[in-house]
C-alpha cells in the first residue's frame, strides 16, 4: 500500500490493474468499485492500483460554486490506503492537465505512463477537457490499444444511487443518519485543538475546540450534535456545538466538543470527531444558567442517541 505521485517520474508498478476516480468521501459506492478492482487485480495476480487527484477536479474548474470536501485531499489518502489496494497514484489538478483531451488521456496517462491492462470505473464516470468522455468512451478507446474495460454498476440504498453529492446534501442538512448510511461510516471533521475563551471550563463542560473559519469541508449547519471524539488518548462520546455561541455575543465559526467521559488536555492535539445524530439549533440563551440547564438535557440526549446507534450497527 503506497503512495504515488504521477509527476514524480518512474511509477515501477508495471501493468496493473487500475481504478479512476475523485473518490471524495470514500463512500459505499467507492467501497465496492476498489474491492472489485482488488478481486480482478488477484484473479489475474497484478497489482491493484487506483488513480485520483490532489485536489477535487469543481474546486479548480468551478471554484464559485464549489461546495466542499466530504473528505480533505489527507483524508481520503488516508482512507484509500486503508482499502488494501496495492498502490495510490495521484496528480496534481492543474491548468495542463485540465486541457488534456480524453483520448490524449487514455493514451498517455493510462496506457502509457500507468500501464494499466485493465481499467474499472464507475457507470457515471467522466474524463477529459470538458468531461468529453465517459464510461462507453472509454472504453472504446481502450479497446484501441488492446486493452480491458468494465463498467461497474452504481450500489443503491433505498432505491437511490450512493453518491457524492447525496452525502454533501445529507451533511449540510445535518442528517447523519442519512449522510452515515450512505458513506458506511460517521462523516467526521479532523483537526487541532486551539484555545478559547475557557468559559465551558467555568460552565462545568470544558471543551475541545477545533476552528472552522479556513476550513474546505462541507459542514453541517450551526447546532448541537451527538458525536464521537477519536484522541490519541482513545475514543470518547461526545456532545458537540457548531456555531457562533450566540449567548455570549462571539462571532469566530467554532467546533466545541465536551466530551463526556474525558479530562486531560488536549490542546495542540489532533482529534477527530465523527457525527452521529442532530441533537437541535443552535440558539441563545437568556442567561448561562440556563444554558447550562439545556447543556445538561442535551447530553442525556447525546448518550441516548449514541446508544441507539451502537445498537443499530
Known sequence: MKLKNLLSGNLDIGPCVLGIGTFDGVHLGHRQLITDIIQYARQHSMPSVIFTFDHSPRKFLSP???????????EKFSLLL????????????????????????????????????????????????????NAQILSSELSRHERKCR????????????????????????????????????????????????????????????????????????????????TPEGSHPAIVNIGVR??????????????LDFNGDLYHRTIRIRFVRRIREEKRFPDMQSLVNQISLDIAACHQYLIAASQHA
Open 246 to 259: 450566540p449567548t455570549f455575543d462571539r462571532r469566530s465559526h467554532l467546533l466545541e466538543a465536551h466530551l
Open 82 to 133: 486503508g482499502t488494501g489496494v496495492d498502490y495510490v497514484v495521484f496528480r496534481p489538478f492543474d491548468d495542463s492537465f485540465s486541457t488534456v483531451g480524453h483520448v490524449e488521456f487514455v493514451k498517455s496517462i493510462l496506457v502509457d505512463q500507468l500501464q494499466a491492462a485493465t481499467v474499472l470505473v464507475g457507470f457515471n464516470f467522466c474524463f477529459g477537457a470538458g468531461r468529453a468522455g
Open 64 to 74: 464559485k460554486i464549489f461546495k466542499g470536501y466530504l473528505t480533505t485531499p489527507e
Open 151 to 230: 463498467i461497474i454498476a452504481p450500489v443503491m440504498i433505498d432505491g437511490q444511487v450512493v453518491s457524492s453529492s447525496i452525502i454533501r446534501d445529507a451533511v449540510s442538512e445535518g442528517n447523519f443518519q442519512r449522510a452515515n448510511q450512505f458513506l458506511g461510516r460517521e462523516a467526521c471533521f479532523t483537526g487541532e485543538v486551539v484555545h478559547g475563551d475557557h468559559r465551558g471550563r467555568v460552565m462545568g463542560f470544558p471543551t475541545a475546540n477545533l476552528q472552522l473559519e479556513e476550513s474546505l469541508k462541507i459542514l453541517p449547519p450551526n447546532g448541537v450534535y451527538a458525536c464521537y471524539a477519536d
